[in-house]
């Protein structure tokens, strides 16, 4: 794509329109990288570092500190980018991507559609798409190089990850009836209601 622009146009026009179509594509990698360090950096210091830091320090720790501690450990990411550079960024993306498919997808669309999901079927399907992506991709990462189906199947696990942790958690609720949480018809109702129901505003003739 960057290149596109000296291919159709020469000369200074098309060197340019390259620079500004790098310019664009940078300012978003970095608004968008920062977004994510930003969401990263407070996950970590609401759930895990400010209730620790509190126990240990014996009462409320001011939010920037654990916000500050929070940020050196986000740099954890980037460590772990060095190790898997030879990989390329658009099979790293790829394979992040499978991995989130494969766990967060089949959740949130049967957690929606489907009020016979329990909370069994819902933490079987989250570990068995989990384990079967995070093991394709870290065989990827660190394996030996392999050809042929194996190679394609574990490069791109999210065409078979995915459907596996759908169909365990579908197979492990209708085993587990007992596990639907209470009042899952009231929410899927609330889910499902059109707004102008909600809010009481009649239909229009």
Known sequence: VLQLPETMVDGLSGQL????????????????????AMSVTGVLDQELLRPRLARFAGGDVPGVRGFRVA????????????????????????????????????LLMLGVWWRRLSTWGAMAGLVVGGLSAGGATLITTFGPPLGGWPAALLANPAMWATPLALATA??????????????????????HTPERVVLGIPARD
Do not use: C, D, K, N
């Open 17 to 36: 329109l390259t620079a500004m179509l790098a310019g664009g594509a940078f300012a978003a990698f970095l608004s968008t990288a920062s977004g994510l």
């Open 71 to 106: 940020a050196v450990l986000a740099v954890l990411p980037y460590v772990i980018s060095r190790v898997t550079e030879p990989l390329g960024l658009a099979t790293t993306v790829g394979l992040a991507f499978a991995v989130a498919a494969a766990t967060f997808a089949p």
């Open 170 to 191: 579908v197979g492990v609720s209708l085993a587990t009836p007992g596990r639907i949480p209470p009042g899952t018809t009231r929410t899927m109702v609330r889910l």
